[in-house]
């Protein structure tokens, strides 16, 4: 059945109020995203012992995922620029399902750089997806209510990671002895390989369960009706706005590229964090196995997803870059416990830091995305935009690089303590200059 939208679409792309079924139905895609990225967390710990890799190496999990969001972003945006934002969906939910299918074969050639190839295909997808759906979800209603809806939106991505985790925790990992343990005990060097190639089949295990679910929002998005939610603009004035005009017109918006940065610092941190826990549970807690570690993983997703209601709430009523002043400030200490205080309590430090992470990301986005006045700019600046997360391929390899030199994984968390530290500081500066927002109303208008 083919869904219309009753809302009616303004001179400046927002609608006048949001409808909900297609609002709903893009947020679901956030969770997918999550998902991806909480099985990197749980990759990154099996791929550790069988590839037997340094804490630098094993992170380049994280650099083959965000490193695919860096290359595509400016290709997505230009082919979403010239077709719409649901061609983009649906290119997205495509290429991810071509890149789940990849790990077929991945698990029968055993290969690390194979699997890395996989993760970066599924990144291109999702660079797709995540260019599409976060402006999108913002432009979906009035202006006026637009990061609000971003930050409903993102709400759905710590439940894709929480299940991710839980895919990886039964599927990928088993009950019994740690894989680190498992392989020590091989009696030969033909045996320890046979036992990582077992071990590397589970991998395979959750992407067939993400790939129906793909499958049916491929669907779902194939039958239902999406306004475009573009500026009314003529086709010159579209024509002109290409990667060069608008490189030339963000470069007057020092706004602009200071939210760039602080992106760069946000999904570095996060990754980081999200990369090591797991191993840092392993490493603090000897004779523990991958399984029983990755509830700590898990705790650490519910906390992301608990942390972003507050937000929420207290920036419907407060000024966002206040509220975010106070985030990154705890966040800070709470990370700098960890990584110097007793090692009985670092990993639940660690844990208890993805409270302060949730309301990141849509707020850095819609506040940065809002410096484009004009919005012929916007498809591209908001790629630009997406291509900060490349943080998320560059920080964790920096903390495994710290751990490596110091052989303390604990004292590593210092990088991610200084990449709070540096959000902050975007967001103090906001405040400063007086440019941070008035509280988001909580009102969203029903198409109905």
Wanted: proline share 4%; with cysteine; glycine share 10%.
């Amino acid at each position: 059945m083919l869904i219309k939208n009753p809302a009616k679409q303004l001179d400046s792309g927002y609608l006048d109020r949001t409808p909900w079924f297609q609002f709903l139905l893009l947020s679901m895609l956030f969770p997918m995203w999550g998902a991806a990225a909480g099985l990197n967390d749980i990759l990154i710990a099996q791929f550790k012992h069988v590839f037997s890799l340094t804490d630098a190496a094993s992170a380049f999990v994280q650099s083959a995922f965000y490193g695919g969001y860096f290359l595509i972003a400016i290709p997505a945006s230009r082919i979403i620029r010239k077709t719409s934002y649901k061609v983009g969906v649906l290119i997205g939910l495509g290429v991810y399902i071509i890149g789940c299918g990849l790990f077929f074969p991945a698990s029968t050639l055993a290969t690390y750089g194979m699997f890395l190839f996989c993760i970066f295909a599924i990144a291109v997808g999702l660079s797709f997806l995540e260019t599409s759906a976060n402006t999108y979800s913002s432009m979906l209603g009035p202006k006026e209510s637009s990061t609000l809806r971003l930050n409903i939106s993102q709400t759905f991505t710590p439940v894709g990671n929480l299940l991710g985790v839980l895919l990886g925790k039964y599927l990928i990992f088993s009950s019994g002895d740690s894989i680190e343990a498992q392989l020590e005990a091989a009696g030969s060097p033909q045996e320890r390989q046979a036992l990582g190639e077992a071990l590397l089949q589970n991998t395979l295990l959750p992407y067939k369960y993400i790939l129906v679910v793909l499958v049916c929002l491929l669907i779902l998005f194939l039958i239902t009706s999406y306004p475009k939610a573009k500026p009314r603009d003529d086709a010159a004035a579209r024509d002109q706005a290409g990667l060069g005009a608008t490189l030339r017109y963000l470069a007057g918006k020092p706004a602009y590229w200071k939210g760039i940065a602080a992106q760069f610092l946000y999904v570095g941190l996060q990754t980081a964090v999200w990369s090591f826990t797991i191993r840092l549970a392993l490493v603090l807690n000897p004779g523990m196995n991958e399984r029983d570690a990755t509830n700590f993983m898990i705790i650490g997703f519910i906390c992301f997803l608990v942390g972003k209601l507050p937000a929420n709430f207290l920036m419907a009523r407060f000024s966002a870059s206040r509220v975010l002043v106070i985030y990154c400030l705890i966040g800070a200490v709470i990370l700098l416990i960890a990584a110097f205080g007793p090692a009985s309590i670092a990993i639940w430090f660690v844990v208890g830091s993805n409270l302060l992470m949730g309301p990141g990301w849509p707020t850095i986005f819609g506040k940065t995305l809002d410096t484009i006045t004009d919005k012929r700019y916007q498809e591209t600046g908001g790629a630009i935009l997406v291509m900060a997360i490349v943080g998320g391929a560059v920080i964790p390899v920096v903390q495994g690089a710290v751990s490596d030199a110091l052989g303390s994984l604990q004292m590593s968390f210092v990088v991610s303590a200084a990449c709070f530290v540096g959000i902050m500081l975007y967001f103090l500066g906001q405040v400063r200059s007086h440019t941070d927002d008035r509280p988001q109303h909580a009102e969203v208008h029903t198409g109905q």
